[in-house]
C-alpha cells in the first residue's frame, strides 16, 4: 500500500493589493481547508473567494513543508476551482499530492492565492488591461501530424516559466499609442479603419521598442516590454495542447479570431475592435487573428531540449511575429504558428500586445 501523507489542515486568509498603477478593491480568499481523500494521496482543497468588483481572478495554490514559513511547491497537477475563476464560495480543488511530491511523507499547509487583473493608466489619459499569466510548464511548438503545420513549429519541447507576468487582454490600440506617442503611423495607409479601438498597426518592432522605452521612462521602472516567444505561446494556448486554444476544429474558428473568412473575404480587410471575439481559456482576446504580434525574440530553430524561461537566440538579423491576422488564412493563426521580418517591417496587419512585470 502506497504510503499516506500526513496533511495539517491550514485556513489562511489571503490580501492581494493590486500592484501600483492599479485599480480596483483586492480579491479576499478565506475559509482555505485542506483534507487528504481516504485511502489516496490526493488532497481535496475548498475555499472561498470574493471581490468587490465581482471579476474573475487568477487563482493559484502553494504549498509549504515546513509549517507555512516558505511555500516553495507549487501545486501543479490540480483539478478543479484553479487558475481562471470566478468569486463565489464553496471552491474545490483536488491536488494529485503523490504526482507532485512523490513519496514525500510530512505536514502540508496550503495557501490559495487570488490575484487580479490589472488596470494601468498611461500617459496621456488612456488606459490598459492586464491579465495575470501564472507561471508554469508547458508543451511549445507542434506535433508533427498538426495539419497546417511549418517545419520550424518543432520538434516539440517543454519550457517552463518560472516567473508569473501580466499580459495585456487586448492588442495595443490605436487609441492607447497616440495617448502615448502622439503619433498616428497608420493614417493614410491601406487596409486601415481609424478607430480608437482597433489595433495599432504600421508600427514596426523598432516603433514598439520606442513605445516601451516611453512607457519606462514615465514609469520611472523597466515595467514593460514586449513578451517572449515562449511566453506568447504559453497564454495564447492557455492550458491547452490543441491547434487553437478552443480546440482542433477549424469550423469555430470564427466565434475565436478575425483571419481571412470572416474579415478580409468579408469586405472587412483592416484589424477589427479589440476583444470582439471570444478570449482564450485565461482571458485574452485576438491571440489568434485580428493582427500578428510582435514579441521580443529574435528568429531562430527550436532543440527538443528543455528550457526555463527561454529568450531566443542572442542575435539575429530577424525578429518573430505571432497570431496570424485578418487576411491570412486559418493555418496561420494557429497557436504553433510562427513568422518572422526584419525589425523595421510596418504593414496593415502587424501590430503588438504588451507585457507588463508583476
Known amino acids: 500500500m502506497a504510503p499516506r501523507l500526513r496533511l495539517a489542515v491550514a485556513w489562511f486568509v489571503v490580501l492581494l493589493l493590486v500592484p501600483l498603477g492599479g485599480w480596483a478593491a483586492s480579491p479576499a480568499v478565506t475559509n482555505v481547508k485542506m483534507r487528504q481523500m481516504p485511502k489516496t494521496r490526493q488532497v481535496e482543497i475548498t475555499y472561498d473567494v470574493a471581490d468587490a468588483d465581482g471579476d474573475s481572478m487568477w487563482v493559484s495554490i502553494d504549498i509549504s513543508d515546513d509549517d507555512g514559513a516558505t511555500f516553495g511547491h507549487t501545486a501543479r497537477n490540480v483539478q478543479g476551482d484553479v487558475g481562471r475563476v470566478a468569486t463565489g464560495t464553496g471552491k474545490r480543488v483536488v491536488w494529485d499530492a503523490g504526482t507532485d511530491l512523490g513519496e514525500t511523507l510530512g505536514h502540508f499547509r496550503a495557501r490559495v492565492t487570488a490575484t487580479e487583473d490589472l488596470v494601468v493608466t498611461l500617459p496621456g489619459g488612456a488606459t490598459m488591461q492586464f491579465v495575470w499569466v501564472a507561471p508554469g510548464t508547458f508543451t511549445m511548438g507542434s506535433p508533427g501530424d498538426e495539419p497546417g503545420r511549418d517545419p520550424d513549429e518543432g520538434p516539440q519541447h517543454l519550457v517552463t516559466l518560472t516567473r508569473g507576468f501580466y499580459l495585456a487582454r487586448h492588442e495595443l490600440t490605436q487609441g492607447q499609442w497616440t495617448a502615448v506617442m502622439g503619433t498616428a503611423p497608420w493614417t493614410g495607409n491601406s487596409y486601415v479603419q481609424v478607430a480608437a479601438n482597433n489595433p ?3 508600427i514596426s518592432w523598432n516603433d514598439v521598442q520606442a513605445l516601451v522605452h516611453s512607457l519606462n521612462q514615465a514609469a520611472n521602472d523597466s515595467l514593460y516590454r514586449l513578451p517572449t516567444e515562449a511566453e506568447w505561446e504559453y497564454a495564447c494556448r ?8 478552443f480546440g482542433s476544429d477549424e469550423a469555430m474558428l470564427g466565434a475565436h479570431a478575425w483571419y481571412s473568412a470572416n474579415a478580409w473575404n468579408a469586405a472587412m480587410p ?11 481559456p485565461w482571458g485574452l482576446f485576438d491571440l489568434h487573428g485580428n493582427v500578428w504580434e510582435w514579441v521580443q525574440d529574435y528568429y531562430g530553430t527550436y532543440t527538443a531540449t ?3 524561461d527561454p529568450t531566443g537566440p ?13 487576411s491570412d488564412f486559418a493555418q496561420y493563426t494557429r ?3 510562427r513568422n518572422t521580418y526584419t525589425a523595421d517591417l510596418r504593414r496593415h496587419n502587424v ?7 508583476h
Open 200 to 202: 495599432a498597426v504600421h
Open 238 to 245: 492557455g492550458g491547452t495542447t490543441t491547434r487553437w486554444s
Open 270 to 280: 483592416w484589424g477589427q475592435p479589440v476583444g470582439t471575439r471570444a478570449p482564450d
Open 306 to 308: 528543455a528550457q526555463a
Open 314 to 326: 542572442a542575435t539575429g538579423s530577424r525578429r518573430v511575429f505571432r497570431g496570424g491576422s485578418v
Open 335 to 337: 497557436s504553433a504558428y
Open 351 to 357: 501590430g503588438a500586445r504588451l507585457v507588463r512585470r
